[in-house]
């Protein structure tokens, strides 16, 4: 629909800021690359401006490929070679995998198919990249609770609930950072972070199962004095930490 | 800065000894079995780095795995590094590997070829013995995750082929990202780091984090080999100078200076490169490197390698940061320095 | 296979033609990009703005008396390295090519403005200004190598700034005299790091503020290794620090304003350092954009910033300055907390010169002047009375998506084809007059009894339709309209992309209020103070005032008033919308509003202000009489309340006056100049996604350069200071 020789826009390398382009740790003022140039107020920036301007750009094409590699990791797998699984693969249903296996591997044994039959979940669970809000209530696997005085609180997320009983005001955050499909959790005692200081914790943190979720049940009393508690959620059975339980006294 | 790149050495040499033992361990049962292993075994007892068996070994540590827990994947990541290189130096048409001539020069092509494709089948038994050392579901899952790195590594390979074949094709630094992530990357940095931390963690990680690592490193890496194959002192890097430029190898360099070259250097250029092996003269290539440094492109090549050098090791301050303090997450986090600074 | 941006629009070496629409800070900063002489006329740039001015909501013209007249409250601040930067250029640039034309020099025309406040409630004694003066820091706003921080920096300066408010603060009684008995220069290694911890925290109850400042400068160090396994360490230091500041400042502050000030700054510091590392600010990649969903104070509130902090008049200010209000109600304090912050450490800890500028005329004389001049004097063009109002695109699933045409109302024609002159010279300087020079016009008079509102996107009276074809007309596009105007004139873009959709409903604009006083009473008759300040935070509804008296020699008084002042503030957007039914062009609708505006000025004379002039009222009453008129003014001769009929006020209601706000929740919603939806479209304003999501001078020129650099590749993306940062 365009005419033969209409103008456009050249293709941008990108369009967003680079906002962790200071890796942490290194001297304020220096990126990784050489000096700034010395022109900056009187002189445009032209071809003499070049070297700099394409070795930040090559850099930040760079991360830009990887994360659009990551993304896209699945869709390139499927288009070029047969059905992969990816990173995190949904596994017991894949049939087909052991024939492409067998053929490419070799000698098989009954081993593989007994492999198959454990329905375990994906190694390397995904953390799902950085979406919605920020803070230790990320990925929207928990919720922050911020409780006025003298009532009890509930909050409810997919798999999830908290329920709050303080009589004055605290902060509580639970994140779970493991879903397990038969969940069966169990607390830790919550104590206060600086190493040593004893245990807390007349803070009492049950953890009863529903169907398909957890319910943490948190009790403060009245006489706790302010500061941070926190502790550890753990499948009972493998005794893994799954989760963290915080809460903040004001 | 010495502090690290000695620890870096002192690390790759005692998981480079482990790993040429048990690689010999390994090798031994093979040869055993028929000639052609012997061949094979030509290139990993060698002595080379062990760069991907000490960043798989130690990540695994990091995290809490036991040697042995990743013996197996470093010895198999090992033989498939020698299978990639026999392969690579028939390609290349190279004459010389880790001081001594390369295997295609000892045998010919076709034998040459063999002992390569041995060395894939090699590699595959060590992750098959993971069964039982870690369990069926990791294992199960760090072979998917080798047969993800190999078919990557094929790839990344192919791309790179066509692009000799073709050789005025417009390469740029994004495609030129891409084959390195797919053809370098996988096999030499992120496979081993995602493998070491699946095992260290028993699967826990993300391991997406790795990846972003692994390709930093790996780029960073690439583009410091390539600066050496122009710049570097000839004994201690062990192949020629300048051969990149004679097999017409596209380089972040070369990419860069084609790019910014006035037409009449660039069709020069270009022409040269097209040219078999044998018959580039010297003397084009002498003005070619000159052209290539009065461009800037080592300036640039050099100063990208720094900065994803630096994005690795910011990479890694996430990745590892659940890591406890230790000789294994040192040297890790050394990495990123210790591959600028190698020559 | 990518095209670099470098290489540009392809082979013709006929200029492409790029059609500006706007001429505010935005339009005009991709104008002067995209005009310069290094790319050697690659671009044949046209501006087309609407009435007389250039400006946009920065535009000023001159009234009775050649007196200013503002659009609303302008100081730059120190740390607009953009704005100052291209201004300085133009400002250099001019001098070489075209001195004649414009006698001042940067110098001239900017001065540092040093003394600040926030008007603040103390329990003791009622309003009170709480004055401070910002130390001169080196440099000027765009000078070559600025500083660039990363949130770890930020924070060290934040606690060092902590550290060093706390150290002046006069520490009584024993305590005073208890050194820290381990004074180390360094913290210990990581593995001691928590016993000493521990007994710092132990110690604190003995030491008190001791302590906390000790523990300040462990915090220091430690951000800037902020090992992520220490975090729950760093968590613990900041919380007993902030333990003991409560416990210790509380007691203290009781009585002491300054004492009780000082809590609530450290309270605020505090728990933004403690939220930078309780939500992994520090290696999130999407830096402060990451709680850009939570409301400012909310956020530090979730963070321990107690009731009275958030209540400050400190974060007052902040709100107040930045018209944070939703829907303009003042009940509904509402800024994304993560812009916000951006904003604050930049402000705070990035300034250079002076923390806030003054221009020493108006900003239309000083800004838009001179722009408009060299970019004349570069061959631009300049379209005035040009008004856009719709622009056309190809049809949704085309190919190559792109905008195929432009309507605009013509609104005056010149007599006999010549260029419009739209300046005037007063003292010298060329200014932007109040209203049009009717005498360049076709039918002027007709056009000025009619009382045709040319700056007002509704009327649309006596104006002749003119449509703009692509490739006929122009190739490239730089949308630099107000926000207010977008959803009128994109219709065609907003039904078809979602993008566009879901950023017309969520990214706001707001009406504001601002009236500006010249009176014959000195300062210190008002409000006994001697120097001038600029204050904000206080009441509705004119919480800022700012004091420019040292305008009055450049305009046109026989002898200038001993006093002028501009206040401004947020307005709430009326209900009714303007422009449909009984009100077509909205003049009633505007009308209405400025008289409102009218009434809520003279009851804040008759009222509040004298809690800011304490020497304004005699007798309960306002010294109307004081208000300076202009000898041709007939409402100078009345007395009382009438007399403010004399003075200048706006209710900027009109849409392309709205102010843009950066609400909770909106910002991700902004497009870039970068983004290339339409291939032939880049959008430029200070409602877009340009780095600083914020309302101000400074996100409107780098939103310019992002869009010089989508049509052009220069400048370069690193060249934009503050595009790549946290």
């Not at chain 2, 041995?118 to 369990?135: E, K, M």
Request: proline share 7%; aromatic share 8%; glycine share 8%.
């Amino acid at each position: 629909m365009s005419a033969p020789h209409r103008r456009t826009r050249p293709h941008p390398d990108r369009t967003e800021p680079r906002r962790t382009w200071w890796p942490e740790g290194s001297q304020s003022a220096k990126p990784p690359t050489e000096p700034a140039p010395k022109d900056a107020a009187s002189q445009a920036s032209g071809p003499a401006d070049r070297p700099r301007q394409t070795a930040y750009d090559t850099v930040n094409g760079a991360y830009q490929l990887i994360d659009e590699y990551l993304r896209q990791g699945q869709r390139m797998a499927e288009s070029i070679w047969l059905p992969s699984e990816g990173e995190h693969a949904q596994r017991p249903e894949a049939a087909h995998v052991p024939n492409r296996l067998l053929r490419a591997m070799g000698d098989m044994t009954m081993a593989w198919l007994e492999m198959l039959q454990q329905s375990a979940p994906a190694p390397g669970a995904r953390n799902p990249a950085p979406a919605g809000t920020a803070g230790p209530f990320s990925a929207g696997k928990s919720s922050p609770v911020a409780t006025p005085r003298d009532s009890g609180a509930v909050a409810a997320h997919a798999g999830l609930t908290v329920c709050v009983q303080a009589s004055r005001p605290v902060e509580v955050s639970v994140e779970l950072t493991r879903q397990l499909e038969h969940p069966n959790l169990v607390a830790t005692e919550l104590r206060p972070p600086a190493p040593g200081a004893g245990p807390s914790s007349e803070i009492t943190v049950d953890v009863s199962q529903l169907e398909a979720s957890s319910r943490v049940d948190i009790v403060v009393p009245e006489a706790l004095s302010p500061g941070s508690y926190s502790g550890l959620l753990l499948d009972a059975e493998t005794e893994r930490p799954c989760g963290t339980v915080y809460v903040r006294v004001i | 800065m010495t502090g690290r790149s000695e620890l870096v050495r002192q690390v790759l040499d005692e998981y480079g000894a482990l790993s040429q033992r048990l690689l010999a361990s390994y090798l031994r049962q093979a040869m055993a079995r028929d000639d052609v292993y012997q061949l094979a075994a030509d290139y990993p007892l060698r002595s080379g780095r062990a760069l991907r068996a000490s960043l798989c070994i130690a990540t695994a540590r990091a995290f809490g795995g036991s040697v042995q827990d990743a013996a197996a994947s470093a010895v198999s990541l090992e033989l498939l590094h020698s299978a990639f290189l026999v392969h690579d130096d028939i390609e290349d048409e190279s004459d010389e590997r880790r001081g001594k001539p390369t295997l295609h020069r000892l045998v010919g092509v076709p034998a040459a070829l063999n002992a390569g494709d041995a060395l894939i089948a090699l590699s595959l038994r060590p992750l098959i013995g993971n069964r039982l050392t870690l369990g069926p579901q990791l294992a199960w899952s760090i072979l998917e995750e080798a047969e993800r790195m190999v078919r990557e590594s094929v790839e990344g390979q192919a791309m790179e082929l066509r692009w000799r074949q073709t050789t005025d094709a417009d390469v740029s630094e994004r495609d030129y990202l891409l084959m390195i992530l797919k053809k370098t990357c996988w096999y030499t940095t992120i496979y081993p780091s995602r493998v070491g931390a699946m095992i260290g963690s028993r699967g826990e990680l993300d391991l997406d984090l790795f990846s972003r690592f692994g390709f930093f490193l790996g780029a960073a890496f690439q583009i410091q080999d390539d600066l050496l194959n122009l710049t570097g002192d000839h004994e201690r890097y062990g192949k020629e100078l300048g051969g990149d430029l004679l097999e017409g190898k596209r380089t972040l360099i070369l990419i860069h200076t084609l790019r910014n070259a006035a037409p009449p250097e660039r069709a020069r250029a270009l022409r040269f490169l097209a040219l078999p092996r044998a018959e580039k003269p010297q003397t084009e290539l002498e003005w070619l490197m000159s052209t290539i440094e009065r461009l800037g492109s080592i300036d640039h090549a050099r100063r990208v390698a720094h900065a994803l050098a630096g994005a690795a090791a910011h990479e890694l301050s996430i990745c590892l940061r659940t890591a406890p303090d230790g000789r294994d997450k040192a040297f890790i986090e050394a990495l990123p320095y210790w591959v600028l600074e190698r020559a | 296979m990518q095209r670099s941006a470098a290489s540009g629009p392809s082979d013709p070496p006929a200029p492409a033609r790029v059609a500006i629409i706007g001429g505010g800070c935005a339009a005009l900063a991709a104008a002067f990009e995209l005009s310069r002489p290094e790319l050697e006329g690659r671009f044949s740039v046209t501006v087309y703005q609407m009435g007389w001015r250039l400006g946009g909501k920065g535009a000023s013209g001159r009234g009775v008396s050649d007196r200013i007249e503002e659009h609303g409250l302008h100081l730059w601040m120190g740390y607009y390295e953009n704005a100052f930067r291209l201004l300085r250029e133009c400002y250099a640039e001019l001098q070489r090519t075209a001195a004649a034309e414009f006698p001042w020099r940067f110098e001239d025309a900017f001065s540092p403005a040093n003394l600040n406040g926030a008007m603040d409630w103390s329990p003791v004694k009622g309003w009170v200004p709480w004055k401070v003066r910002f130390p001169a820091m080196p440099g000027i706003p765009g000078d070559p190598d600025p500083p660039r921080f990363s949130i770890t920096d930020y924070l060290v300066h934040a606690a060092e700034l902590l550290r060093t408010l706390l150290s002046t603060l006069p520490v009584q009684g024993p305590k005073a005299a208890q050194p820290f008995p381990e004074l180390k220069p360094s913290i210990p290694a990581p593995e001691q790091l928590g016993a000493a911890l521990e007994r710092l925290i132990k110690y604190a109850a003995a030491a008190g503020l001791t302590a906390a400042i000790e523990g300040l400068s462990w915090l220091e160090v430690l951000l800037q290794q902020l090992a992520l396994s220490a975090q729950s360490q760093v968590v613990a230091l900041i919380d007993m620090v902030t333990e003991v500041a409560r416990r210790e400042l509380a007691a203290l502050s009781r009585g002491d304003d300054e004492v009780r000030r000082l809590l609530e700054v450290a309270e605020l510091i505090l728990a933004t350092i403690r939220g930078a590392v309780r939500f992994r600010l520090v290696t999130d990649p999407r830096g402060f954009d990451a709680i850009d969903d939570y409301d400012c104070r909310e956020w530090l509130r979730l963070n321990g910033a107690s009731q009275q902090a958030i209540d400050s008049s400190f974060i007052r200010a902040l709100y107040d300055l930045a018209f944070a209000f939703e829907g303009g109600d003042t009940d509904r304090p509402a800024i994304a907390a993560g812009s916000a912050i951006r904003g604050a450490f930049r402000a705070f800890f990035s300034y250079r010169g002076a923390f806030f500028w003054k221009m020493n005329a108006g900003m239309g004389d000083v800004v838009f002047s001179p722009l408009y001049l060299l970019l004349r004097k570069r061959g631009v063009r300049f379209e005035f009375f040009h008004k856009l109002t719709a622009v056309h695109v190809t049809p949704a699933g085309d190919a190559e998506p792109h905008v195929t045409g432009l309507d605009f109302d013509v609104q005056a024609r010149t007599t006999s084809g010549q260029t419009y002159e739209p300046l005037c010279t007063v003292k010298g300087l060329p200014c932007w007059p109040a209203r049009p020079h009717y005498d360049q016009l076709v039918a002027g008079d007709a056009l000025e009894a009619a009382g045709v509102d040319l700056e007002s996107q509704w009327d649309r009276r006596l104006s002749e339709p003119k449509q703009l074809r692509v490739g006929q007309d122009f190739d490239l596009v730089v949308l630099g309209v107000g926000l207010g105007v977008v959803p009128m004139v994109c219709a065609a873009l907003v039904e078809q992309n979602e993008r566009w959709r879901a950023m017309v409903e969520r990214v706001r604009s707001v009406p504001t209020q601002a009236f500006q006083l010249w009176l014959d009473r000195s300062a210190e008759e008002l409000h006994g103070d001697e120097e001038a300040i600029n204050l904000s935070g206080f009441v509705e509804p004119f919480d800022t005032w700012a004091d420019l008296t040292h305008l009055g020699p450049v305009e046109g008084w026989e002898a200038p008033p001993r006093s002028i002042a501009y206040f401004c503030n947020v307005l709430p957007t009326p209900a009714e919308n303007a422009g449909d039914g009984a009100d077509p062009h909205g003049t009633r609708f505007v009308q209405r509003a400025k008289a409102e505006v009218e009434r809520h000025c003279v009851d804040f004379l008759s009222g509040d202000v004298r809690h800011l002039w304490p020497r304004s009222h005699a007798e309960g009453t306002f010294c109307w009489s004081a208000l300076v008129s202009a000898p041709s003014d007939a409402a100078g001769r009345a007395s009382g309340p009438a007399r403010f009929r004399t003075q200048y006020w706006t209710a900027n209601v009109r849409p392309s006056d709205r102010y843009s706000q950066s609400l909770p929740g909106t910002t991700r919603y902004r497009i870039s100049p970068l983004d290339r939806t339409y291939d032939n479209l880049s959008v430029a304003g200070d409602w877009t996604s340009c780095g600083i999501n914020m309302g101000c001078v400074e996100a409107a020129v780098m939103s310019g350069l992002l869009a010089a650099h989508a049509i052009s590749g220069f400048p370069a993306l690193d060249r934009i200071i503050g595009y790549d940062h946290p």
